[in-house]
T-cell receptor, first 109, second 115 residues
Framework: RKEVEQDPGPFNVPEGATVAFNCTYS??????FFWYRQDCRKEPKLLMS???SGNEDGRFTAQLNRASQYISLLIRDSKLSDSATYLC??????????FGIGTKLQVIP | GAVVSQHPSRVICKSGTSVKIECRSL??????MFWYRQFPKQSLMLMAT?????????EQGVEKDKFLINHASLTLSTLTVTSAHPEDSSFYIC???????????FGPGTRLTVL
């Protein structure tokens, strides 16, 4: 089983739609979780950290479910500019992080 | 957020030559930096952990004699791809984490093309 698993997509959604991605991780001792956004041929950029209590930043909501070992990202009112690859990142606690393959989102006019 | 720079952003070289890529933390000191490689449509793969003042730690399957890492100061790590071949063509990215941060901050990446 991969350390971090994501559905690579692509997810093609119309503007204004709500879309959700899930990511599962195998190391139950993992301590920190993040969603990064990567645009084509660019470096990943931190979108948000993920906490057990859930956190929200504008149209983006992230949730962590430790019991089931998954994290989720919800994007409301999708914009064309949200088109990117969303990377699930897990930190097992010794600074080295593990990336999922990324989920590609394409928002369509 | 913290800033990490990388140089060069793009390099094209002939097969057999060596290429050096620099990674700098601009506004913080980093005792540890990470080097990743990303092939098209694949995820970022950690190549090695660069430790200031000591030897780098390489991931399984990464040749340490081919990918030389030097972390000579708290703000600079270099990756040298020795005797590059076309299969080394990839997107190389470094990252670092400031003290007391959990998240990684990435350099803009270096796109290497070996002809």
């Amino acid at each position: 089983r991969k350390e971090v698993e994501q559905d690579p997509g692509p997810f093609n959604v119309p503007e204004g739609a709500t879309v959700a991605f899930n990511c599962t991780y195998s190391n139950s001792a993992s301590q920190s979780f993040f969603w990064y956004r990567q645009d084509c041929r660019k470096e990943p950029k931190l979108l948000m950290s993920v906490y057990s209590s859930g956190n929200e930043d504008g149209r983006f909501t992230a949730q962590l479910n430790r019991a089931s070992q998954y994290i989720s990202l919800l994007i409301r009112d999708s914009k064309l500019s949200d088109s990117a690859t969303y990377l699930c990142v897990v930190n097992p606690g010794y600074q080295k992080v593990t990336f999922g393959i990324g989920t590609k989102l394409q928002v369509i006019p | 957020g913290a800033v990490v720079s990388q140089h060069p952003s793009r390099v094209i070289c002939k097969s057999g030559t060596s290429v050096k890529i620099e990674c700098r933390s601009l506004d913080f000191q980093a005792t540890t930096m990470f080097w990743y490689r990303q092939f098209p449509k694949q995820s970022l793969m950690l190549m090695a952990t660069s430790n200031e003042g000591s030897k780098a730690t390489y991931e399984q399957g990464v040749e340490k004699d081919k990918f030389l890492i030097n972390h000579a100061s708290l703000t600079l790590s270099t990756l040298t791809v020795t005797s590059a071949h076309p299969e080394d063509s990839s997107f190389y990215i470094c990252s670092a984490s400031p003290p007391r941060y959990n998240e990684q901050f990435f350099g803009p990446g270096t796109r290497l093309t070996v002809l």
